[in-house]
């Protein structure tokens, strides 16, 4: 069985720094790309940022300059590094991955539980 496992929320001010971490584990052949989402009540679950096996990012306009995503292949795990915070990113921010279990030859997309980053002075 696969899961991803989020860490590093919480409340921060205005200004302040957090780093999210999100780690898959299981019975995994491989993981593909690797990403962030955010949602608030009653709204869409939207894109953070993304990384590819290979490294290649994006990120949403809003958090472009602000975030950086990165991974360690090794490890399974996917960072989101987030600076200058703002009161608009408080959210419950998602991990999400394209892994690739034993017993499959194309990957499935999977969630972890989501973790809340509160932004208030």
């Known amino acids: 069985q696969v899961q991803l496992v989020e860490s590093g929320g919480g409340l921060v001010q205005p200004g302040g720094s957090l780093r999210l971490s999100c780690a898959a584990s299981?019975?995994?052949?491989?993981?593909?790309?690797m990403g962030w989402y955010r949602q608030s009540p009653g709204k869409t679950r939207d894109l953070v940022a993304t990384?590819?096996?290979?490294?290649?990012?994006a990120y949403a306009d809003s958090v472009e300059g602000r975030f950086t995503i990165s991974r360690d292949n090794a490890k399974n795990t996917v960072y989101l590094q987030m600076n200058s915070l703002e009161t608009g990113d408080t959210d419950v921010y998602y991990c999400n991955a394209e892994i690739t279990p034993y017993g499959l030859v194309y990957g499935v997309n999977y969630w972890g539980p989501g973790t809340q980053v509160t932004v208030s002075s």
């Open positions: 990384i590819s096996r290979g490294g290649r990012t």
């Open positions: 299981g019975s995994i052949i491989s993981v593909n790309t």
